[in-house]
Each structure stands twice: as C-alpha cells, then as structure tokens.
C-alpha cells in the first residue's frame, strides 16, 4: 500500500516514480550479488599483512574493495577513483613477486613457484586521503586459495561441462590440493625449513628423483623429487 | 505510447514486487561462504574484522595463534548491538559456532595488548552460512540423482579433509616457531656465559703476567 502511494506520490512525472523502482530494483541486486565479505579498517599510512602458507604452483586471488568515511554524511562511500591500493606480494624467499598499483577496486593473481610463506601486503597510496581529515578506510577483502580460486562457471563454458562432469572436477581440484599439500608437509615434517640435502642424495638435474633412507621404527624408503640441494625445494 | 494510467499501475505494481522480494531476500539466509585469514598482530595492538550477516544464519569462529610469545591472545564476538557473545582472554585456539538472531555487522576482535613486545601471527576461518553452490540455480525443486548425491558426500568429506590438513599445517608451523625460539634462547644462554668465561680468564691472565 505504501509503496503503491509512494510511487503515485513521488514527482509530477511518471519517471521520477520508475527512478524509485529502479532505485529498489538495484538494491535487491545489492543484496542478491553480496557474498557477505569479511572488511577491517585502516588508517592512512598503515599498511596491513597477510600471511598464506601454500604449496608450490598454487594460485592466489585477492578481491578488495575500499570506501572512505564521510564526514559529512556521516557513513562510509565508495572510495573515490583516485584513492588506490598498492599491493605487493613476497615468496617465502622474501623476493618480490608481485608489486602493483590497483584502484579503489580492485583484484589480484599470483601463482607460487616456491612452497612456504608468501606475505601479501596491502596499504594506500593516495595523499589526497588526507583531505578527508584523517579518516580510516574501509577494505573489504576476500582471499581465495588453490581450488577455491577456481571459476567453475568459467571451466564449464570453456570445456562443455555438463553438472554431473563439473560435480566430477571440482572433486578432482580438491584432490589435487590435498596431494600437494600432503607432499610440501611430507618434506616439512621430517626436514623442518632451510638445511641442505644429505650427501647421499646426489642430483643428476633438476627435478631428479632422491632416495631418503629415514630411520624410523626400522627403515623408511621414501623417494623425492627435488628441483635444487635445498630440502624446500623437494615434493 | 502508453497511456498515464496504465504507466502508473504497471510503475505500483513494480514498486510492489520489488520490495517483496527485497524483504524476502533479507528474511532468507544468503548463500555466505568462508574468510580465512592469517595476519599479523603487533604488541600493544587490536585488530577488528566486520561482517554483514542476516539473520538465521549458522556461523563459526576459529582461531589459532601461529607464533610469538606464549602463543596467545584475546578474542571478542560482539553482535550489531555491541552485546559479547564470545569473550576470552589469552587463548592458543577457540571454535565457536552461533547463530545470528538479528541482521546486521558482527564485529570480531582479537588483542595483543597484553604483551609489551612480542608479535604475534593469528589465524582464523570465519565460515558464514553454507558454502555457495557449484550451480547459480541450485534451488532447484527436483532431487539430485544418485550420482550427483554421491558426488556431494565426496566434495563434503574431502572439504574435512583439507580442514584437517590445515589444522596439521599451523601445528606443525607453531611447533616449529616453538623450536626455533628455543634454539635461539639455548644459544643465548650458553653462548653468553661463555664469552663472559673467556673474558674473565683473559684479564686473569693479564693481570698475572
């Protein structure tokens, strides 16, 4: 009833009542697209890390989104195109392997190449922040890793999938992950970080197979495959 | 061209629709999903993270500290009218499940501000609602087939699977940080009174000759 009146109510003109239509119509799409993401503020020249523990040839997808506090209106809005965010990104090496300027919006993609602790830092870049007398800016960020990262709407147009095949694949990533989470642990376990192959293991090439002999209760023959002499460099 | 009066009822009924829909949408738990996060927490600081969660919703909380000092810290879960529905001081790990009774932010903070000097990593896996479906229209009215059934158990079981993987992850990353803290203490503590025993005979030497 009330909304009925409003329309009716709202200008002379039939337009200004499609404009509230629209208006509500956007909203729902508001609602219907948000995935409820997680946000944390930061203030102008902090800069915040984030910690991702991953295997080797995993890819990475960040999604953020910022809005700037108004005084005025006294509520959080988008955040003006100018206002970015500058992320970089550092292997367990501490070597930079992605530094980049995005938007007030923006995504990002890497792939590990070396298993162990990647950081991703985020922080502002904008000195025109301080026009907005010293407010904090609202991030909302969503990091998905290995299979979570993959666009199944995606796999299914570019292979013809049907559900059933899809169903099928997404079951094949999740294994994927967890093999190769299951092979950077193995190495982790018995070799902890850093240190050098034992002697015994002699690398023809990269990439060559090793035979551990672990003593356990008995023997325990095991075989790795390394890219260098450095434990971290074995699956 | 359309005539006014029409143009006007086709405009109410729109108006009408759309804000049904609207509140059904609000009423109705969406699809949510899972933030998982490991981050860095200085000394002396708090860190709030925010969430927009409609009612009904069946949420969890899980954290873990990864490495510094005791490897603790505060944790708060208050609703959007600021009531504490978690509150726990210097814990190594928490889950903690509930269900939003009313729309609106959840704010979660974890604290450091106990500790003068020492950083610490905090993990957490805020999983909101059910995981969105693999399908865009999985509400659909026919029943899954057998196959399709079969699949779901697998992609759930597998799901707990690498939860667990994670879980053995940062124990076995708090257990090497734990090591490696007291390697660097054992170092220190012998190392020193070494260097001050070389020392002292230095200058006993010296001063006998």
Redesign the interface.
Known sequence: MA??Q???FVGPW?GA??G??IR??L??LC??A????????IGETEK??????IPDETMVIGNYRTQLYDKQREEYQPATPGLGMFVEVKDPEDKVILARQYGSEGRFTFTSHTPGEHQICLHSNSTKFSLFAGGMLRVH???Q?GEHAND??EIAAKDKLS??Q???R??VE??E??QK??NY?RV??WA??GGLLPRSCQLTHPGAACQIHYETQGTYLSELHCKSKRWDDCY | MLR?GS??RW??A???W??R??AL??LVP????A??????LPDNAK???????TQGTKCTLEFQVITGGHYDVDCRLEDPDGNVLYKEMKKQYDSFTFTASKNGTYKFCFSNEFSTFTHK?VYFD?Q??ED?P???SENRVSAL?Q??SA??S??EA??S??DY?TH??LR??QG?SR?EDLNTRVAYCTCLPRRILLLGAGRGGENNS
């Open positions: 909304a009925e409003g329309v009716l039939p009542g499609l509230r239509v509500a119509l909203l729902l609602f219907a948000r995935g409820g993401t997680l946000y944390f503020h915040k890390c984030f910690i991702e523990e960020l969503d990091i890793v199944y709407a559900e059933l899809l169903r099928v997404q079951l999740q294994v992950q967890i989470e299951q642990q982790r376990g902890g970080s | 006014p143009a006007r405009l109410a729109a108006g009408r759309s804000c829909l609207l949408l609000l969406g699809p949510g999903g933030s998982e996060i490991t981050f860095e860190q709030c993270f925010y969430e927009d969660i990593t805020f909101v609602g969105p693999l399908f865009p087939t196959m399709e699949c779901v697998i992609h597998l799901k699977v690498i993987q053995f992850r076995e990353a090497r090591a």
